[in-house]
Each structure stands twice: as structure tokens, then as C-alpha cells.
């Protein structure tokens, strides 16, 4: 595809896009947003840049493997639900520390270890469905 | 004891990166794992040998009565010095001996899994979480056997291993629930005590049954003993520990742990007699003429889980103690034997009997071992195998009934075996024959120092078995509370038990010189495709291949279209089905009730859905759909949905992203000429679109107020601290859910990674 406002644009989109979706994903636990938009916002920067540049200037550039991102997603949700076991409480149940309050992400909690994970593991899936049928 | 079991998970886990680090050390690194767990276990030794008792509890589903219940008793003790002590010696030894494959980082997570989650088996007081890591062993067997797995040989005998264990081990489940809600309680040690509660519930008959086939599949009785000898593809120290000392052990584990619940029962014993008597004398019978010798082993294995299950049958005090006591020795001489077999093959390139022999000058410390452990096999004094079979045959001719017919099958099944271990240590070391084209040496220290460890204790417990009879003891009143005092001794005075033993290893020994000075009838004996059992096997397994290939054929004809069609069609005769009884509700319209901005949009969507039908080209269908998708995002903005809307709309996105990107792949945009191909999909549409309206229609006839919607308003800040409700249920409160999907949707896109770069030609391209 040429597009020479799309390809330029891109460029200087992508990081925007980036901090967005961590932004969404971050305010995800009070307003609107959260993990799997986050991810979806995240993928859709990349998409368009594959779009312009293909698959192989994007891994070069962005050094993204999609499949590592899904199996991050998958370790950071089940981290977030061994954390509490730690605790002597069963599996997934929400851990939050009250004290605390971090500018931007909240109070800490492992809820937003888990959104993380359904962060990552979206961005992955879009991602490798994307790199696999761009490249064949 | 759960800390022990988390950490060979958790190393299995951190294996890849352990490799890094130790790369051939690995072996030497992971045996500290067992080791350190055997000598935790010794100094419990003297608490439980006493007749104490360890218990742990962990929550973990408390809502379903699933815990992390531990207990160590004398049976667990007993199994979790096997394991952790064969265990230690398995992995020194293989540290040394995969260093002839490749990929063997992979190997050892596999064992590390399969060594933690037989810790919990045997450890576990639970039904539910003894299941699960019953099943972790057989899904980690089934990796470790199809190890070599670009041989055909050894998929498909895992996929055997797997698909008759794994099958057994549903029987199981529906046995070990059904004594659950007989005996109202998922804990093991109280179910015991319930024995006549669940009698009365009517389910202890079928739940015994259930059990016994689980047991049966894993512990490779008959029929469904094949996968066992089929499993000997799996690299030898894998054989020598899941295949011979622990994982096969692990049905007669659980039918000696549920035998004061069903001994004496209904058919309990005559179904364990007779299925452990016959398994017993066919592994006997086939061991003699193989000539491979992990053949040869691994169907002597199949004879002595037979007689484990025999002597769990006979049930009376005396058998149960013989039981416990071979197990220990039946583990101590064929774990060493496979490793020592595994020697032989690394050393000399053949595991084949007619080419090996004159071995003993060449190899004298294998040698020792082999023989040290053939004579505890055939049950020679002053080895630990000669109490064991003095145990047997007082246990067999003590019996009130069938005595004489059940001690003449273990004398038959003695004698075979005798004859084995002859073949296993005169033959291979002494034998004339020796058409070996290299001149073998003595194998590493690293390699010989484990089996000939256990040789060592195999003659140190049959001098003084006074040290280990406490804990057997302990082992046999577990199984039978109420057994008499386990006293083993090497010299019983000249009776019946001594003369049929000496008996045994005269006529074994005679065998065994027939055998040996007839190589070519043995040969020449081929046991026929109709009576073996795992021909039954083949030909079903060969039928499902078949009939799935037909009916994927018919099913999955390549054209979307049809997909399609017959998606929409099945689901929306299902759910006229289910509404048939509904009526068309009459709703009133207020026209009032819509702003402008409503009916444009509905106007907006009505039209693209029109344009999208009649649209002359794929793109431009494409378009206007994506038009009606942001027509509902708007719609859900405007009804207070900013979660769904912005969802929505990304979707929309990626929707057209994805699809420029297949969109020159698709075939040709058809245009439908012939006019019935017309009318079935303008049917179908209006059907569909029909049910759909009529669907809204009637779920808006019911208010819309549920107690979830409230307790979630309400607790989503209180409890979860997230005022954004939607988010908190996806994280939260319905987090194990969204884990699901998770995991479904990391599979769906493995398998298009798989399904379009995995293509008969073979490249690979790391995504």
C-alpha cells in the first residue's frame, strides 16, 4: 500500500498510540479502558505500520515477537493468581495493598498484574494473526 | 511435604534457564532435588516407622471439598523413598546418558514434573488432588516416551500410553467421585472409615469397579498391559523409573491404599486374583522368548505388577505383607536392571541378546550388578528377593481356598522368571555367542555407580531386614489396619515355603539351560496378531482414523460459504426448538420515546445492510459492514456502554486491517446467478434476522433486574476497589473466566501460526 500521508504518519503515531494504550490500560480499573482495549489500541499501531512497511521492517525496528507476548500474558495472569496463594488465599483472589497510591496506576493490587497479562496476551494474539497472514 | 512437591514443579519450570547455566551438569544438579527429599523423608522415618503419622491441609477450591490434603503414612513412606531415592539415582545416571540426544532440557522438565506430581500422588489424602497429579504422571510419561519423537515408533507409543492410561484414568474420576458422594467427604483417610455409609448409598460397587479399572490401565494388567512393552521407546532411564520402580506402581499404590474399603467385598478379590494371576503368567511366559532385553524386562515388570495385584487380591494378612515387601524389592533389582540394560546398549550399540555375551571381562562392575540383581530377581539367598518370594509362596499356600492352583501359577510364573534372570546375567556375560562388531569397555563411573548402589541394598536389606521391617510393617497395616506384627527374617526353618522356593530355582534353572541351548526354537516361536490384545487396540484406533477422515471430509469441504450457511441454519432450528412455546410478544412502539439522532443512525445501518447485499465488489462489502459496526458502537455510546462502544470500534479496526491483508488471497467475488442459490441464502437471512428480532422481543418482555447486576454495582469498589464496574468483573470477580479465554484465545492464534507456517514444505519462520 502507498500511502505517503498513511507512512509518514504512522511513524509518529506509533509511539502515541503506545502511550495511550498503556494509558487506557491503566485507567481501565475506574473509567473506561482496561486490558483488552489497551491491547487492541496497542496492536492496531503496529498493524498500520505493518500495513506501510511489512512484517520484517516492523520486527526489525520494534524487536516484537508476538508469540512471547502471549506467553508473557499468560504468565503475568497466572502470576497474579499464585500471588495470592502466598497469602493463604485461593486462587485469583484480588490482593490489594491500601497504603500505597501510585500516580497514574492506583492503588497496587494484583487485579493489575492480571489486566496486564490481558494486555500482553491480546496485543500477541492480533499481532501473530497479523504477522502470519501478511507474510504468506 | 507441599514445599517439596512445589519445588520439583517449580524447577521444572526454571529448567530452560537451569540448562543454561549447567548444561551437562543438569543431571548432577536436579538429583539434589530427590536426594535432599529422601533425607527429609529419613527423618521421618522413625515418627512413622513408631506408627506416627504426618498430616498437611492446604485450602485450595474449599468451595467443592478439594484441598491439598497431605498425609505420610508407611505405604506413602514407603513409595516416597522409591521415588525420591530411584529418583536421585535416575538422574545422575541420565546426566551421563542423554548426552547422546539432543534436546534433553526438554527431557528433564518432563522428569521433574513426573517426579513431583508422584510425590503427590502418593502423598495426597485428597480424591481430587491425588486425580490430578495421577494425571500429571501419565501426561508426563507420555512426553518422556515419545522423547525421540521424530521416530514413528515412539509416538506412537506414547499416544498408546497415553490414550489407555489417561482412559483409565476417566473410569477412575467417576469411581473416586462416586465414593465422594457416597461417603460425603473428599478426603481419602475418612473415606476408609466410611465404608458402610457409602455401602448404603449403593455406590460402592460401581465406584469399586471404576477404581479397578483405572488402577488396571495404569499398573498395565491385562488387557490392557501392550502399552507397557510399546512404552520401552522411551529413553532406558525413563523405563527403569516410570516404567519399572514407580509410575506403573502407582494403580497397585491406590488399590493397596483403598483395600480396607473394598477387600472382602463383592468381587474385589476375585477380580484382582484372577486379572493379576493371568497378567502375571502371560508377562512371564512372553519375557523368555524376546530378545531384546528391555523386551525382556519390561515383560517381566508386566508379571510382577500382575502378582502385586494377585497378592492385593488373595488379601489375607500375610499376602498384603508379601505385597509390600516386593514392592520394595521388585523396585530395587528392575530399576537397576533397566539402568544396567541401558549400559549395556550404550556400550556395546545393541540391545539384542543373541549378539551379546562374553561381556564379564570386558565390563566387570556392570557385570557385578547385573548379576547381583538377576539373583534377586530369581530370588536366590541372601538377596532381599528370597524373603520376598519365601513371603509369597507362604502367603499363596496359606490361602483357604484355591491354594494349590494359585501357588502352582506362581510357581510356574517363579520359574520363568528364574529362567529370565539367567538369560539377563549367564547369557549376556558368559554366553558363547558374541557377534558384536566393536570392542565394548567398561561404561563411566557416573553411569555404573547408581545401579550397583541399589545391587548393594538389595543384598544389605536380605541380610538385615531387620532395618527395614518397621517401616514395611507400618506399609502393611496401612493397607490392612488391623494386620499382625511384619517380621522378616532370612531363615525360617526348613519348611513348605523353602523347599517350593528351592523347587523354583532348580526347575528355572533346568528352563533356563533349555532356553539357553536352544536359541533357534526360541526364535522360531511367534506369538500370533489374534490373540494379542493390543491388536484390538490397532484395529480401533485405525477405524477412528478412518471414519473421523470421512466424515472431515463431508464436514470440512473447504468452502466458508457453506460453513457458514450451516452455522446460522443449525443454530437458528435449535433455537426455534427452544422458543417454540414462546408467542410473539406485542410491544408498543412510543415513537416519542426515539431522538433524532436514533433514527439516523438506524437509517445510517438499515441502508448499509441493503448496500452491503446488493454490493458488486468484496471491498466494498467490506465497507459498508464496517459502517454498520460503528453504527453499533455508537448506539452503545449513546446507551451508556463507553466500554462496549470503544471495544467496538477497535474491533471494526482490526476487522478491516486483517482483512486487506487476506483480502487478495480470497477467491473471486461471486455473483449469484442461478436464482435457487439466491433464494436458500435470502431465506436463511430472514430467518435469522426474523429469530434474532424476535429473540429482543421477548427477553424485553422480562425485566432486566438480577441480583448479580446489584452486587456488582454494589461491591465493585468495596471489594474489588474499581469503580469502572465491567473491568472489575473481567478482572475480578470473574477473573478465572477471562483466564479461560485467555488461554483460548493464545491457542487460536498458536494454531494459525501453525495452520499457515507449518506448511508441507517444511520452513519455519520464528514469529
Known sequence: ?136 | MLTTILIGFLLAVLLPWLYKFFKANTGRFLAVFPAAAFVWFATKHNQIAAGGIVKEAYNWMPGLGVSLDFKLDGLSLLFAFLISGIGAIVLLYAGTYMKAYEKTDRFFVALMIFMASMLGLVLSDNIISLFVFWELTSFSSYFLIGFSHEKEESRGAALKALLITAGGGLALLAGLILLGIGGETNTISELLMRGDQIADSGFLHVAMMLIIVGCFTKSAQFPFHFWLPAAMAAPTPVSAYLHSATMVKAGIYLLARMSPLFNGTGNWNTTLLVVGGITMLMGASTAVIQSDLKKILAYTTVSALGLLTMLLGIGTEIAIQAAVVFILAHALYKGALFLLAGIIDHQTGTRNIRKLGKLFKKMPYTGTAVIIASLSMAGIPPLFGFISKELIYASTIDMVINSPLTTSAFFIAGVLITAAAGILSYKVFFGKRNKLESQPTEAPFSLVAGPLLMAVIAVTLGISSRFISPLLNQASLAVMPENIELQLSLWHGINTELIMSMATIFIGYLTFLFIYLNPKFIASIKVSDKIKTSSVYDRTISTVVEISKRVTIIIQNGNLRIYVFVLIAVFSLLSLWVLKDFSVPSISILWSDFRIYDIVIGLIMIAACFYAVMAKSRLLAIALLGVVGYGVAFIFIMFGAPDLAITQILIETITVVIFVLVLWKLPKFLIFTESFIKFRYFMISIVFGGLMTWIVMIVTQYPLESHLKAYFAENSYLLAKGKNVVNVILVDFRSLDTLGEMVVLGIAAIGIYALVKFNKTGKKEEL
Open chain 1, 1 to 136: 500500500m502507498n500511502s505517503t500521508i498513511l507512512s509518514m504518519g504512522i511513524k509518529l503515531l506509533v509511539p502515541l498510540f503506545v502511550i495511550f494504550s498503556l494509558f487506557l490500560l491503566f485507567r481501565g480499573h475506574n473509567a473506561p479502558g482496561g486490558g483488552f482495549v489497551g491491547g487492541l489500541v496497542f496492536s492496531i499501531a503496529f498493524s498500520l505500520y505493518t500495513l506501510n512497511y511489512g512484517v520484517k521492517r516492523t520486527k526489525e525496528k520494534y524487536k516484537i515477537r508476538p508469540l512471547k507476548l502471549i506467553a508473557w500474558g499468560l504468565l503475568m495472569a497466572v502470576l497474579s493468581g499464585l500471588i495470592p496463594l502466598f497469602a493463604g488465599e485461593s486462587f485469583l483472589t484480588g490482593l490489594w495493598h491500601d497504603e500505597i497510591t501510585i500516580p497514574v496506576l492506583g492503588k497496587p493490587g494484583t487485579p493489575i498484574l492480571f489486566d496486564i497479562g490481558v494486555y500482553l496476551l491480546v496485543a500477541g494474539t492480533i499481532l501473530s494473526l497479523i504477522f502470519t497472514l501478511w507474510e504468506e
